[in-house]
């Protein structure tokens, strides 16, 4: 028997499956408590499903710990097995007492009932809940699919929530969806259903967030981000939650550090809310997994507000902390629930103490091509279209990851035809987003929507086009070259789905996870297909 299976993400072994530790580094103590975390909170939402159907009103205490507890497993968010264990107590408490609010406690599944706190019990039972619980194998895929997909969604719930704004319509799919994967009862059919129901709730939770986002802090606008640094003390700030980056800024504005993004806080330079600090310098560095060589030398702490986290150096863990759903042992963990204001002070007299970054690269990237900004510009993009200067989109969004083939992504960007256009989010843009691509009649020829989750962005522009030309989404000049690593990216693709969108091309390799009769009514459906070499897939794509 396996110490462990974990199959979530790209970098799964063999594109099989994790079985002895993680390629993500994740130890078999941590992948088994965080099934038995998935297990809980299945239960847990099974219990607040029948509440509602009873008529009885959820909490938004109840709502948020399901996101915060799915959010916890995505892959590269959470190492440390003791903060594990306790959102697993934690869950046993709060499905007890949701649970005594059931007028009718029957037919409760064995998840719904399981209470049990011992440790030494709980690693034994946390061995037999994981994903191989499911022996039928398309099954097992589908149910595994809807998991992920809904574990992406709650990642970007969780960010709302962190804004103070709630989908109580997601918040009950989510729980649902997570109930049903229980249901022995369920056939292929049924999940294929809920697959796509659970993409449909995926553009909700988007657009939840996109609102709650832009709400809060404006819209995107086209910027120019310095990448190169400055002469003071710095605090890196990575991951996904803007609403920690705005607390961080605003507590260390008279503090001389200095405040830089990573990786996929990279857009949060594009919102005119967070312009106004001057402390606030521009982006170090790149996608994710560049974090050794670029956490060491960028001297000062750094806050990792979600994933990715790439197992830490000994050269900068005392200077790596961690905040929200986000944990690594040995590092501090910022506490602070939803509405609450965190304490960062530790964190910034800690930068006080170090060194400035050292430079690594000089210039500027432009973004900021988020929904509002490229329809601000939709007479030219539209005229570009018509007098066919610009031929093409490619959607590239998605995910950057270590995989030696995704060297794919930019060859593939250098390889395209001049009057091709590339529309981004998320960590994928990495591979392309410094090249010398330049610009069609001033239009970038990357255009950087934001993050993983601003991929919604992208969806409204194309259903723009579709309204201005008239046709259907499908029938446009653009086609989608995506590529994935964890569950958001799941649900994404799962959103674009839900959205009429075909023939999607996913890389760098599909998901293992999929069954190949799974993967057949992708393909026979959808017409999802692997990329393949850069000549073939150009010629694909530009054929006509
Ligand atoms: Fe990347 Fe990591 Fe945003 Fe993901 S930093 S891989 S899809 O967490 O969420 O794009
Ligand atoms: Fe393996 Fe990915 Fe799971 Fe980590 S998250 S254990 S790399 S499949």
Known sequence: MSDMFCYQCQETARNTGCTRVGVCGKNAQVANLQDLLIYVTKGYSEVLMKLRAEGTQVDKEDNHRVSLNLFTTITNANFDSEAIRARINETIDAKKAAASRLKDRSGLSEAAIYTEKDPAAQDEKAKTVGVLATENEDI???RELITYGVKGLAAYTKHANALLQDNEEVDAFMQEAMAKTL????????????????????VKGMATLDAANTGAYGNPE??????????????????????DFEMLLEQSKDAGVDIYTHSEMLPANYYPAFKKYDHFVGNYGGSWW???????????????????????????????????????????????GIGEEKDFTELIEHAKKTEPPTEI?????????????????ADKVVDAVKSGAIKKFVVMAGC?????????????????????????????????????????G???RVLDAGQCNDSYSLAVIAMKLAEVFETDINELPIVYNIAWYEQKAVIVLLALLSLGVKNIHLGPTLPAFLSPNVTKVLVE????????????????????
């Open 400 to 440: 950057d990851g270590r995989n030696k083939d995704r060297s794919y992504y930019t060859e593939f960007a250098e390889a395209l035809p001049e009057d091709a256009v590339i529309l981004t989010a998320g960590c994928a843009k990495y591979r392309y987003n410094k090249l010398p691509l330049g610009d069609i």
């Open 140 to 142: 097992r895929s589908l």
């Open 361 to 377: 690269e000089t210039g500027e990237i432009v973004g900021g091509f988020a929904h509002a900004q490229v329809l601000a510009l």
């Open 290 to 336: 560049h974090q050794k060589e670029e956490f060491a030398s960028f001297n000062g702490p750094i806050l990792m507000t979600t994933n990715c986290i790439v197992p830490v150096q000994d050269s900068y863990k005392d200077r790596l902390y961690t905040t929200g759903a986000a944990g690594y042992p040995g590092c501090k963990h910022i506490p602070g």
């Open 222 to 243: 086209i910027t120019k981000v310095n990448i190169g640094t400055r002469n003071k003390p710095g605090i890196l700030v990575s991951g996904h939650d803007l609403r």
């Open 442 to 444: 001033g239009i970038p």
């Open 525 to 544: 459906n959808f017409g999802i297909a692997p990329n393949k070499t850069v000549e073939e897939d150009i010629n694909l794509f530009f054929a006509s």
């Open 183 to 202: 249901d022995d009862r369920l056939s292929v059919d049924d999940l294929v259903q809920l697959t796509l129901d659970t993409g449909a709730h995926g």
